[in-house]
């Protein structure tokens, strides 16, 4: 079964990421599913998508959980029964799972896609970015900010909270493979840390609430 990577944040804090290549049969073997997700599965249209479901289960069973552990709110945000913090993401054949006994975490997976030079002013000061050296390297510091605006919602996850005038990612260096995040929104302020990294033209981006 691959999983694909792990990485221990701190303490606290760690993260799976797993490569879907398994057929739907083989990601079935020592899963089973809540009637909440059994409908929501079946409901899935594309082969892919319960494929990524299914696995996500597999990366949750890493730290000893089950899909019976697991509830989702109104909002469609996932908990841990046991009170312990959860996130997780699917982007095409890579998952990624983070869990927390500490803090609220989020995470995001995204493929790295010209398209996001479309939806750039939509979410970030584009402007910024203009000096880097070419576009591959645009797209790539461009998925990284939607990755951690993402990963700050999956956290913050307050309706009416804006990408562009809520969430400043501070700009950073691809070699730091971090940086940190404030939300500014109804008159409060919160800091987080962001980390990231890519592999295979994907880029997976998390949040914490530890910015150092
Ligand atoms: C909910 C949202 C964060 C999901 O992100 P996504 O990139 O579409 O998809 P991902 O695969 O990364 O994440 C999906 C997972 O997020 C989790 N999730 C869903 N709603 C959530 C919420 N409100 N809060 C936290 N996590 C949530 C779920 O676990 C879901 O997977 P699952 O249902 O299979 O367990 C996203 O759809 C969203 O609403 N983003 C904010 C939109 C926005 O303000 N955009 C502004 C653009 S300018």
Redesign the pocket.
Known sequence: MPLYKTITVNEQTSLAIWKVEESEDDLWKGIELTTHCQN?FNGMKSELHRR??LS?RHLLAKYGYEDVD?V??E????HLKDGNFI?????HNFTGIIISTAEEV?????MQRDKILR?AN??TQFEEYRTLANTAAVIRKLTIVWGA??SL???Y?HKG????HHINVKDFMFDNNKTTAQIIFEGKSSMYGIRFLEFENFTCVYATRDNE
């Open positions: 929501r990524a479901f996500i697991l989702y709110d909002k469609g945000k996932p996130s997780i993401t699917h982007s989020g995470i995001d997976i995204e939806i939509k979410f605006k993402e919602y999956k956290i996850g909270l804006s990408f562009l």
